[in-house]
């Protein structure tokens, strides 16, 4: 079946612009999760979403972030008032079942964001 | 606060064996993960140890020791596709994964 998919795949956007990054999880895993990856750097959580709810936003970096799930399926993750720290490439990942389930995530290829 | 460290390079011949260790501090822990990445792609899973013990896939192993904090991804027969980032992951409450800052292997000729 279809694997994890996300649009952009590249977004270059001016500093102090919004930008929405979306995410289409494997059809019926529960569990979907958004990553942050600086080059050459490891992978940054930044929230976690079971279902619709989000139990788990510590990962984001401020509150230019947010991000929502509905339909216990697509998730868009929105940046507000973009800045070159934000320049990164943006991971989604999927998984059948949180908590000790969570830890074969399925990952999307990901958008590489530039902030210029 | 959560933490791991591992190995930022690695290099060995084809053929061989390398071993990449991790180590983690953490305030809540259900298992280690182990994931490869090539240059531009995704995170792909390759292993994970819930128990203390090795868990053994095709040429690929991984041991964790909960009481030392401490585990390792063991690749066998190493060929050149093997090249990539290999990221040690503790899986925490809630599901998600806290990786470490990745080993990047290279497989040489």
Known sequence: GAGVSQSPSNKVTE???????R?????????????RQSLGQGLEF???????????????????FSAERTGGSVSTLTIQRTQQEDSAVYLCASSSGGQAGGYEQYFGPGTRLTVT | GQSLEQPSEVTAVEGAIV?????????????????????????????????????????????????????YLLLQELQMKDSASYFC???????????GQGTELSVKP
């Not at chain 2, 260790?21 to 298992?31: D, I, L, R």
């Not at chain 2, 992951?89 to 990786?99: R, Y």
């Open chain 2, 19 to 71: 071993q990449i260790n991790c180590t983690y501090q953490t305030s809540g822990f259900y298992g280690l993960s182990w994931y490869q990445q090539h240059d531009g792609g995704a995170p792909t899973f390759l292993s994970y140890n819930a128990l203390d013990g090795l868990e053994e896939t095709g040429r690929f192993s991984s041991f964790l020791s909960r009481s030392d904090s401490y585990g």
């Open chain 2, 89 to 99: 992951a503790v899986s925490s409450p809630g599901g998600k994964l806290i990786f």
């Open chain 1, 46 to 64: 930044l929230i976690y979403f079971q279902g619709n709810s989000a139990p788990d936003k510590s990962g984001l970096p401020s509150d230019r």
């Open chain 1, 15 to 21: 500093k102090g612009k919004d930008v929405e990054l």
């Open chain 1, 23 to 35: 995410c289409d999880p494997i059809s019926g895993h529960t569990a979907l999760y958004w990553y």
